[in-house]
């Protein structure tokens, strides 16, 4: 009798056919009896080395190696942590202090980033390339029951280092039970997997189609496709359900899509951070029913979606889009206060049927071993569906990324030119950006961005720098926020040397409205005027749209300023005699 767990749900898939792709990922397919044997190599190799207690950092870019690792993890009843190898040096300097793990897993990159990092005492480092495929049973996985040790992911803190989620193996089986079910997940059905190995969502783009036998789709070229990129990967890959950011989901509309587009989509699954009414309307426009737009939430702290809306006409013309109601088994509490009317608005807590574990060390849990208090705002509609109206506390979603602003601030306090500061996220127009008010007089913006790059993780280094003479405080020493100055979203940039020429000036519109800034000059750098790796995709899909030539990344990066990217443009349109 197969296990109710996540391990005996895909050994099911493989014992009923192992001839079936597990991973698609441009031309390459893994099958599932090739993905078995990798899987079986890792288990040998964790059962091998340390302590069954000793955790297992995960630092590796194929997701083909992490699905493998991190099921080789639960065979072993070893407790797993993804991590993604392009960390600042200074947050993997914390996250291993903070794991201690008994065995790393690096491939090229990861070892990259731990050169000249010492491991704690005993560690194994194991490369991919040297674990050796091994003999495998479906059968024994399907009975096993190994100790549910789970896994760790981390996320920004408010002391400056990395916070470690942990979550049990019940909770990622409870949600991806009920995926497969809520929408038809099958054999042979196809699935986006465009997250970061970093983020917990991946265990739901990964574990969702290969526990009902179906197919992860990977972007092979590394990241999310944006664009028309994104809408050439979706069509090619005969994708038919589709989990990502609104952020990324929103660049398909510089995609020339009609009615007819995207004929194997089914669904589009929504998380991580607001779903907008314009959303709705203009995908409902061009699809009407036959394509479900899902609005999901749920903290990492929970696992995961806990709560799910599909998406009607009406949302369209709504004020908000609802993030619904509960999975099965989960409750949803709004704190209120006493003699408040039904639907006030107060702290969201959710209820779980699977353990909840905390955080690594002694930060401090909202909740019980069953609840969580989100710190969200939130309150119930009279047809039952929550609405989401911020967060109580200082966290925040920018593009996905939850943000803890302490982490932001204290990065930025290590600069010796800079006397104070307070982080904040922005929203003006439905775009909203990471925003830091500075007392830094003799700092420029560049150095800043710099700054923090070296030590915040991707996607926590502020886009906009508002300078101050002093930030803004209450009489007991804590920031006043709502004394902070308004800012534009698209700020003006320092003025230097302007665009030369129409390939320049060309070029720097199309930063203008991607950054959302002005006064672009053809000297500035992409991604110290906060260009991210998303900005970047979508900045090189303009391009191919712009001028029809199909730049590698290589040739923008090696110089990604104005000048640079519009040199190097014209030498491509000369060499292809456009």
């Known amino acids: ?76 009843g070893r407790t797993f942590a993804p991590v993604d190898p392009r960390l600042p040096a200074a947050v993997l300097d914390g996250v291993l202090d903070a794991l201690r793990p008994g065995v790393v897993v690096a491939d090229a990159g990861g070892r990259e980033a731990l050169a000249g990092r010492e491991l704690p005492d005993g560690a194994g480092l194991v490369s991919p390339e ?48 009920w995926e497969i079910a809520e929408f038809g997940i099958g054999e042979g059905t196809k699935v986006s997997q465009l997250t970061s190995p970093g983020f917990d969502a991946f265990l739901r783009d990964a574990f969702t189609p290969l526990c009902a036998g179906g197919t992860v789709c990977v972007n092979p070229a590394g990241g999310a496709p944006v664009g028309e990129g994104l809408a ?87 004020r908000l889009v609802p993030v619904g109601r509960p999975l099965p088994g989960v409750a949803v509490r709004v704190l209120t206060g006493p003699g408040d009317a039904p639907d006030a608005l107060g702290e969201v807590e959710l209820e779980v049927p699977f353990p909840l574990l905390g955080y690594l060390g002694e930060e401090e849990w909202r909740g019980t071993a069953g609840s969580y208090r989100t710190g969200d705002l939130g309150r119930f509609r009279p047809d039952g569906a929550l609405e989401l109206y911020g967060r109580r506390d200082q966290q925040v979603k920018v593009h996905g990324v939850r943000i803890d602003l302490g982490e932001v601030e204290n990065a930025l306090r290590g600069h010796p030119g800079v006397a104070d500061v307070c982080a904040a996220a922005v929203t003006e127009d439905g775009s909203t950006a990471l925003v830091a ?116 990344l290589r040739a923008f990066l090696q110089d990604p300023t104005v000048a640079g990217l519009a040199s190097a443009v014209t030498d491509r349109l000369a060499r292809s005699g456009s």
């Open 232 to 318: 050439r990967w979706l069509t090619e890959h005969e994708v038919e359900v589709l989990h990502c950011v609104p952020t990324l989901f929103r660049t398909l509309r510089s995609a020339a899509l009609t009615p007819a587009s995207f004929p194997a989509l089914r669904a589009v699954l929504l998380a991580g951070e607001q779903l907008h009414p314009a959303d709705v309307a203009w995908w409902r426009g061009l699809f009407g029913d036959g394509k479900e737009l899902v609005n999901l939430y749920g903290p990492s702290e929970t696992t995961m979606t806990k709560l799910f809306h599909r998406t009607t006409a009406e949302d369209a013309r709504a």
């Open 437 to 552: 008010y500075v007392v830094a007089p003799d700092v420029a913006d560049a150095e800043l961005r710099a700054h923090a790059a070296r030590r915040l993780a991707p996607g926590l280094v502020p886009s906009v720098f508002v300078r101050m003479a002093a930030i803004p405080r209450t009489l007991n020493g804590k920031v006043e926020r709502r004394s902070l100055p308004r800012v534009a979203v698209r700020r003006t940039a320092e003025a230097t040397e302007p665009p030369q020429g129409p390939e320049e000036t060309r070029i720097a519109a199309i930063w203008t409205e991607i950054l959302g800034l002005a006064g672009i000059n053809r000297d500035d750098d992409f991604t110290l005027l906060g260009g991210d790796s998303l900005a970047i995709a979508r900045l090189m899909d303009r391009v191919r749209y712009e001028y029809q030539v199909d730049l590698p």
């Open 130 to 177: 040297t674990v050796e495929s091994g003999a495998w049973s479906a059968e024994a996985w399907q009975r096993a029951a190994p100790e549910d040790r789970g896994y760790v992911y981390f996320t920004s803190g408010t002391t400056g280092r990395p916070k470690g989620i942990r979550g049990s193996l019940r909770a990622v089986h409870h949600f991806v039970d």
């Open 1 to 76: 009798m197969t296990t109710p767990t996540v391990l005996g749900r895909w050994a099911d898939s493989l014992a009923r056919d192992g001839s079936r792709c597990a991973v698609k990922s441009g031309d390459r397919e893994v099958g599932y009896r090739e993905l078995a044997g990798r899987v079986a190599g890792y288990q040998a190799v964790f059962e091998a080395i340390g302590r069954p207690d000793d955790p297992v950092l995960l630092s590796c870019a194929d997701p083909v190696e992490v699905i493998a690792a991190v099921l080789g993890c639960m065979a072993a």
